[in-house]
């Protein structure tokens, strides 16, 4: 297998300029979140470590082992995932960049596995297997084997993701998948709730009965994480032969996989283009006849009682909340919090603990409702992403623009408010609560609409686009993080400053015990904020004419 | 509404037919332009991309707005459709002021631009539809237009598919519907025959005919010269950002070549621009 050092250097530059570019684009922002986000993982991953050390070194065997197994087993299984969920995409795995110079197999091979080295992601992985040669290596030679052992583990690691991708890259060019796993990928971003499961797992007796039994290494063992584990486990006890067949194994594997890899991806780029461009149709001429294209029902028909313009974009605006998986899956995340802090604690406490006496608990789910459309709303212009310059083309009056999305969120808004505050009612018996739950509700929606439409048109943030394949784009980057997260909350807290009247006006006659004034305070919530909402909306529609340049320069920059 | 102010003394070139020559009356009658810009200058940080533009485009014409890579098409473009701002200057479109009166002005233009941002989400049809409403269309002529539209354009079959599963091709098409569904007056077009197959290529290029018998302005950017050649009856020649001719194939091919009636296109743009052959030799090619 030809290598020539020179290439691999170049290709290695590459990889480096890449990686460097990607974290800095010259922004401030995006340099503090690459900080930011090499810490995050750094104190994550390394923390992991750490606590893995711990328990190879601590746990009495054979448990540290079945650990050792459990662990390798779990990375293998996530780095086979990532990409297909679209983390982890690496510019330097583009191999149809690559393919146009004459490399050979073994440069591009060993170029796409050292351009991994260079991930964030990788920095976590390092200090993961890093553990494992420190927690096995009690002696030199044990410690020379488990770094042999976790080099191979590791080739063969990027080896068999970027095969697994390859070859479901067909099933996952199909539209509906590739949507499916955005929307999943976006999901399981805002699922670290589901660890206090896996954590509960782990702390039960039945999983710790099994670590001293060995029962999990008897089946991983025949897995290649497994085989990587078992050469330490032998070579730990001293049979060196044993060790080194094991790992002769993974070696082995290690090299099919990697030339199976670079077969496929070589065989997918050749006829990747034939399919991407223009799929095959079967032509059916026939004519659409007049009288059927009037029977058709027009798609934009909308609701009469609304600007033509108006209707257009609330309908556009929810067929993209369904169809769009960029937009669906940010709905999604946004009824989690709903999920998780209302109908959760309600079922774990169905005699009431939550929902019994302060008066907080008791309106607070209405309130959290709007915030979690807030994602939606604090950058709606800029979540039309690149289709703004269209938009924007239109002779659309801005205050029509902004009633048709804002429209489109009170219609979601208004149906979980109403949701949430029956259940919460029904669960509790606290019917005589629906109106005043219902009036904070759509309060804080129309005070978040207000909110939104200002950070929208005065503080548009690009919105990070989800991209997965074989042509990857860029590496995964922390841009606009710390600038979109410290905008964010500070419109958070405005919004709150400005609804706390409308929050009083509902909670003090409760606290109070004065019922009665609700008749008052109730129209006068909602009058309030619906003041607050068309006030900041008539205020704020006509900058966006005079920014639209700059609101689209946010948007389409690269 | 303003009206057009005088012409300055920025402009460089000494194109056959310029707009400093029309007359002060003949500016200030603003039906018969259907684009003008005055002294039009867009800078990116150091770089001047566009300089004291002045460029008349008279109505019911098919311009052609021809310049190498990187002399400033499309930052122009995007500043006469008000999609970026000048630092200097002016545009009319129909006599509005494209950045005093946006709303007034985009309702006579109609846009393809060069990178296409449709909503991919939304089919063919529903799209063309959404923007025959935001063009404030009658509700009853949509839906005709559209379905109109979308047989002209070889759609049909594929109408009520999501445009994301549409080819490259099928994207330009339901661009140019989009963007010809409100009878606009004046229809810039960016670069439309980049990246399409000559079957759609014969489609568009029928349908800007068609438009500009019946009176659409239509101004056209393309690398494409036999295209701008067969098509376009006055060319306009940008480099560097500088306006460096303008005129009808005859007046610039008198101009460029002089006696040689048989200079193309391309050997005029080339001859403007300045590009000698001897230049790029690579003699180590031998």
């Not at chain 2, 460089?12 to 039906?31: C, K």
């Not at chain 2, 990246?195 to 005919?209: K, N, Y």
Request: charged content about 15%; hydrophobic content about 50%.
């Amino acid at each position: 297998m030809l290598i020539h050092g020179n290439k691999l250097r170049s290709l290695l530059w590459l990889r480096y300029k890449l990686f460097t570019r990607s974290l800095a684009r010259g922004r401030a922002g995006s340099i503090a979140g690459g900080i930011f986000l090499a810490l995050f993982i750094l104190i994550f991953g390394g923390g992991f470590a750490l606590f893995t050390f711990s328990m190879y070194r601590s746990t009495p065997a054979p448990a540290n082992a079945e650990i050792l197994f459990l662990v390798l087993t779990g990375i293998y299984l996530l780095w086979i995932m990532l990409p297909l969920l679209q983390i982890n995409t690496n510019e330097g795995l583009d191999l149809s960049k690559l393919t146009l110079f004459p490399l050979t197999h073994g440069e591009i091979m060993l170029s796409l596995i050292f351009s991994t080295l260079l991930d964030t992601m990788t920095l976590a992985l390092v200090l993961l297997l890093g553990a494992v040669v420190f927690g096995w290596g009690t002696s030199i030679p044990l410690a020379l084997l488990a770094l042999l052992a976790m080099i191979v583990f590791y080739i063969q690691l990027v080896g068999m993701s970027q095969l697994v991708l390859v070859l479901l890259q067909s099933v996952l060019q199909r539209r509906r998948l590739r949507d499916f796993s955005v929307i999943l990928t976006v999901l399981l971003a805002s699922m670290g709730y589901l660890c206090q499961f896996a954590i509960r797992g782990f702390g039960s007796t039945g999983f710790s009965d099994s670590l001293r039994h060995g029962t999990f290494s008897h089946y991983l063992q025949w897995l290649p994480p497994g085989m990587a584990a078992q050469s330490i486990q032998q070579a730990t006890r001293g049979n060196w032969g044993a060790s080194f067949v094991w790992l002769g194994v993974l070696t082995v594997i290690s090299i099919v996989i990697l030339y199976l890899w670079q077969v496929f991806v070589q065989r997918r780029l050749a006829t990747a283009d034939e399919g991407g461009s223009m799929a095959k149709r079967v032509r059916h001429h026939h004519t659409v006849s007049a009288v059927a294209a009037q029977e058709r029902q027009a798609p934009f028909a909308g609701i009469s009682i609304l600007p033509q313009q108006v209707s257009a974009v609330m309908v556009k605006d929810l067929k993209y909340l369904w169809r769009d998986p960029q937009t669906k899956g940010l709905l999604l995340r946004s009824l989690l919090p709903i999920v998780f802090l209302t109908v959760y604690p309600m079922l774990q406490n169905s005699k009431g603990s939550l929902f019994h006496n302060p008066a907080f608990d008791k309106f607070y789910a209405s309130t959290i409702i709007s915030l979690s459309l807030f994602s939606l709303a604090y950058n709606a212009l800029a979540n039309e992403q690149q289709s703004l310059a269209t938009l924007f083309l239109f002779p659309l009056e801005p205050k029509h623009l902004l009633w048709g999305k804002n429209l489109t969120l009170f219609l979601l808004g208004m149906i979980e408010v109403l949701v949430v505050s029956t259940v919460i009612a029904a669960f509790t018996q606290t019917w005589n609560l629906l109106v005043p739950m219902l009036t904070l509700g759509l309060s804080a929606i129309a005070i978040m609409l207000a909110i939104g439409n200002i950070t929208s048109i005065f503080f548009p943030q690009r919105p990070r686009m989800a991209a997965r394949g074989l042509r990857t784009t860029a590496n995964t980057s922390p841009e606009q993080g710390c600038l979109l997260a410290v905008t964010s909350l500070v419109a958070l807290v405005v919004m709150l400053i400005v609804l706390l009247p409308a929050i009083l006006g509902v909670i003090l006659p409760f606290i109070y015990g004065m019922e009665a004034i609700w008749a008052i305070t109730i129209p006068a919530s909602l009058l309030y904020s619906a003041t607050i909402y068309v006030v900041v909306t008539m205020l704020v529609a006509p900058r966006m004419l005079d920014r639209a340049p700059e609101i689209l320069a946010v948007v389409s920059r690269e | 509404m303003s009206t057009f102010p005088e012409h300055d003394s920025h402009v460089s070139a000494s194109p056959v037919i310029r707009p400093q020559d029309l007359t002060v009356s003949q500016t200030h009658d603003q039906e018969q332009y259907a684009v003008v810009t005055r002294g039009l200058v867009r800078n990116f940080g150091h770089k001047i991309a566009v300089d004291h533009l002045n460029l008349t485009v008279r109505a019911g014409e098919f311009f052609g707005f021809l310049g190498p890579n990187g002399a400033g098409k499309s930052t122009t473009i995007k500043m006469m459709v008000g999609q970026l701002r000048p630092n200097e200057g002016n545009v009319w479109v129909s006599g509005v002021d494209v950045w005093r009166d946006p709303l007034r002005a985009r309702a006579l233009m109609g846009v393809l631009p060069e990178y296409l941002n449709l909503y991919e989400r939304l089919s063919g049809r529903e799209y063309i539809t959404f923007a025959g409403h935001m063009y404030g269309v009658p509700k009853a002529d949509i839906q005709q237009r559209t379905e109109n539209l979308l047989q002209v354009l070889d759609l049909a079959d594929d109408a009520d598919k999501l445009i994301v599963d549409y080819s490259v091709g099928m994207h330009k098409k339901v661009a140019l519907a989009v963007a010809i569904i409100h009878r606009p007056q004046v229809l810039f077009l960016d670069e439309p025959f980049e990246g399409i197959d000559p079957v759609s290529s014969r489609v568009i290029r029928t349908i800007l005919h068609d438009l500009t018998q019946r009176g659409t302005t239509i101004f056209f950017s393309s690398h494409i010269m036999e295209v701008v050649e067969r098509l376009c009856t006055r060319v306009g020649i940008i480099n560097q950002g500088v306006l460096v001719a303008e005129g009808t194939l005859q007046e610039l091919r008198e101009r460029a070549s002089g006696a040689n009636k048989d200079a193309t296109l391309e050997d005029i743009f080339l001859n403007i621009i300045g590009i000698r052959e001897e230049n790029h030799n690579l003699s180590w090619l031998e």
